[in-house]
């Protein structure tokens, strides 16, 4: 009679889009009848209870999945603008890292309602055998949203810095500010500490750098293209080397282009210094890559005693300019650069005798200087750590990185 009271139960009670409140209001009158029965030494409700339970987690998923489908079109729909800006001043945490308010963009201030209602309907069916489903719920609704974040910020191409800048931001309020209030509503629901839901910001604190690190990617990609791109640049030329020469414009559109972020990150509560190395580093990734120094044929890249000392110079004066910005990592791979393209300079010359000194550093830096000299107004956003790093620059590029059999025909751009 139970499971026959449960089916007729069922099919009037739970369907797809009941209201919680309506559910429980049901479940507390049969519960009410049920006390009835328990006066008289017949005691249904647990009974009831595990009948109802596959029923109430699977409100809770359909309400999960209605909530993913309104934030979906709600990322979608999102012109990643700053639609509205969160005080920190009762919340000391996020102000570390946001400053006096939190920009926002529309579909995190709807994710946050989303998981307010979400918590608010909760209240009329929450009960500890729920916690489980609960819990699972709430993070797929976050990371659901987090990763619709990360897919939008790698497939737009006519996004604004403005706009990708404001993501970021979001991304990191996500984390920061969304998940916290969303784990308090949750202990006031359930009377107790959701450490789940608690534990969420630590274990994505990571994930706003990913997206930072997405944002590296695809403008060291667009810049390079634009300006230096090493990938298609032709350094065979034999022109004679001389005391006139200076890095290509080529360089200077690149460093300009990097200083144009620098200036758009200004103003958002983004670590700026980090985004920017990790830009001239993703810089660095795509010149080292092993593609880009062979043709499909298998042909080694060919470069002229010109050429080599073009590349020198350019990436002298792209690790002078960006100066302390410049990580290890990143001058570690400018050195692996500059001795790859001079081993294979060297190489292609060895039968004929025909490789030619190379420069010292005392002229790399005359030439670096005189051009920074003349620009360096162009530069505002970089100038500190030059000589900290000008001493680092060519760092492993010594005669003793150059088989023995080509140091007699070689002066290092590192010695004087």
Known sequence: EMAEYAVIFRRHVF???????VIATCLSHTLAEVDILGHAGLD??????????????????????????????????????????ISTAANESAARIFGA????????????????DFGNELRHIVRDSLYGQVVASVLAIIEGVLKQFLAVLRKTHSASYAQELALLVSTQAVVSWVIPRSATH???IFGRTVSDIHNLEQRLEAFPGSLQDVFCQKHAVAIAK?????????????????????????????????????RELDGWPLPKRNILSGLIDCLFVQMIDPR????????????????VHCLVLDIHFLLRVCGSLVSKSTNNMANRVCEKALRLYFAANANSGGAKEMMNKSWYDARVLETMQKLGFAFPDFGKGFEHRSQQSFEGLSAGSVPSSKRNTMSSPLSE
Request: glycine letters at 2%; hydrophobic letters at 40%.
């Open 44 to 85: 249904l409700k647990f009974m009831l209870d595990q009948e109802f339970f596959p029923d109430l987690t699977n409100c809770i998923r359909s309400y999960e999945t209605r909530c993913l489908a309104l934030l979906t079109k709600a990322v979608t729909d999102d012109p990643l603008v700053v639609a509205s800006k």
């Open 101 to 116: 308010q939190i920009p926002i963009i529309a579909s995190v201030s709807k994710l946050d309602e989303v998981l307010t």
């Open 226 to 262: 634009s300006s230096f791109d090493f990938v298609t640049a032709d350094f065979t030329q034999e022109n004679a080397v001389t005391d006139a020469m200076k890095p290509s414009s080529q360089m200077e559109q690149l460093l300009l282009a990097i200083g144009r972020v620098a």
């Open 186 to 188: 949750l202990d006031r």
């Open 292 to 307: 880009n120094w062979e043709s499909t044929s298998g042909d080694k890249r060919q470069f002229s005693h010109y050429g």
């Open 15 to 21: 369907h797809e889009m009941q209201k919680f409140q």
